[in-house]
Structure formats: structure tokens, C-alpha cells
């Protein structure tokens, strides 16, 4: 496949017509789901609390979770936190280590 | 120095790696596998981590923990996997000057770690499993 073709299915070459993330799912919210991650497309200026709407929206296992945290890139981010296109963003529950 | 291992650890052997001339204190806190849970015989647990993003938090918790105590050396192990009860599941070790700032900082670490790094305990029973839902008194 050649770059453009590639960077365009990525959605690099969309002008900015849509935001696609990939989702992982950790400990609980890896059994609700039944999914280690999941790939989700939404609207440009899109926020985290507008992917956790999707996200609940597809697997209704999810909708009596409370206390979801989130992270991008490794680094906790709020609910209202801005999301950019190809992005990793985890979602899972309280930790419980030590 | 930060490890997330399968492997148990030796308390002994880590202070032995972490001592100093400089240092007059190590305080060191090992949390361990508890056979009884909300009235429930635990038969093992299994522990789960976000593993990535566990060590960068936990390099940052190591690094604030120096920073803000002057201690002088931090060690955090943390395993994963099934384990049994009884058995060690984390490792703080902490090398200082004296014993108040090795304490204090021990303590900081454990807090910090219960809830800032993404790991995961779930609790096997005769009756089920159970994610546990940590209390920051536990």
C-alpha cells in the first residue's frame, strides 16, 4: 500500500473530516467488553466524555461503571480533555496495586 | 530502581543492593497476600497492569518521593500474576539520612501507588472472583 493510501485509511488526508482513536480496555472493563481495544471514530473536537458515550453506547455492559479512569498517551487526562485523531486513550477502573 | 516482575523478590537482598555509606536509615514496606477478604477465604489472587503506563507512574512516584523528602535511594518492586496467599506482592525500600524522611517517603510511595498506578488485583474464592476496590485504608 502505497503512503497516501495509507495516511488517507489512517485518516491523515481527510481534512480533518473525522477523529479515529484506538481504545484499550484494562482489568474489569477488559471482561465487560470482552475487548483488549477497539478502534472508534467520531466527529472532529470530539472530547473523552464523547467517547465514553460511544463506548457505553456499544457495550451496554459498561453503563453501571463508575469512577472510569482515562488516559492518553500513558498520562491521566480529564473527561474533558480534547481528543486527537490516532491518539491511544485506556479506559479502566480504580487501580487496587500495592 | 523500578521492576514490575513475575518473579518474587528477596527483601534482603534489595537492601542490600540499595545501602550506602550516607545513609543512616532503611524503611522498607511489603505488602502481601491476604487469605480472608470481606469475610471471604481467599484461595489466590491474580494481578493485572496496564504495564507501560505503570512504570512511567511509578518513575515518576520514585522521582517525587527524591525530590520532596531528600531521601536517598528508592526501590519499588511490584509483581503480577497469579499469586498465592501469603506470598509477596509489592516491595517499597527506601535508603535515607535518617528515619523520619525514610518513613515519611515509604508511606508517600505506598499512597501514591494505590492511586496513581494502573494495576489491578482480583480475588479468587470458593464462591467467585472479585476485582478488589481499593479502600486507601487497607
Not at chain 1, 78 to 97: N, R
Request: hydrophobic share 40%; aromatic share 8%; charged share 35%.
Amino acid at each position: 500500500m502505497g503512503l497516501s493510501r495509507r495516511l488517507f485509511r489512517e485518516g491523515l488526508l481527510t481534512g480533518g473530516s473525522r477523529l479515529k482513536v484506538r481504545v484499550r480496555f484494562f482489568a474489569l472493563y477488559e471482561e465487560l467488553t470482552g475487548r483488549d481495544e477497539e478502534e472508534y471514530v467520531l466527529k472532529p473536537g470530539s472530547k473523552v466524555e464523547d467517547l465514553i458515550d460511544l463506548v457505553v453506547e456499544k457495550h451496554e455492559s459498561m453503563k453501571d461503571v463508575t469512577g472510569m479512569l482515562v488516559a492518553i498517551n500513558n498520562s491521566f487526562v480529564k473527561y474533558d480533555a480534547s481528543l486527537k485523531d490516532l491518539e491511544d486513550v485506556a479506559l479502566f477502573p480504580p487501580v487496587s496495586g500495592g | 530502581m523500578i521492576r514490575i516482575t513475575r518473579e518474587d523478590f528477596s527483601v534482603d537482598e534489595t537492601i542490600r543492593k540499595l545501602r550506602t555509606d550516607e545513609m543512616g536509615a532503611v524503611a522498607t514496606f511489603v505488602g502481601v497476600v491476604r487469605g480472608e477478604s470481606k469475610g471471604r477465604k481467599v484461595d489466590h489472587i491474580e494481578v493485572h497492569v496496564y504495564e507501560e503506563m505503570a512504570m512511567k507512574q511509578l518513575q515518576a512516584i520514585e522521582k517525587r518521593a527524591i525530590e520532596k523528602f531528600g531521601v536517598k535511594s528508592v526501590t519499588i518492586i511490584h509483581r503480577i500474576g497469579s499469586l498465592n496467599v501469603s506470598e509477596n506482592i509489592m516491595l517499597i525500600a527506601v535508603g535515607a539520612g535518617h528515619r523520619r524522611e525514610a518513613f515519611d517517603a515509604c508511606r508517600y510511595i505506598l499512597e501514591q501507588i494505590k492511586r496513581m498506578v494502573p494495576i489491578w488485583k482480583k480475588e479468587y474464592t470458593p464462591d467467585g472472583s472479585y476485582w478488589v476496590e481499593e479502600k486507601h485504608d487497607d
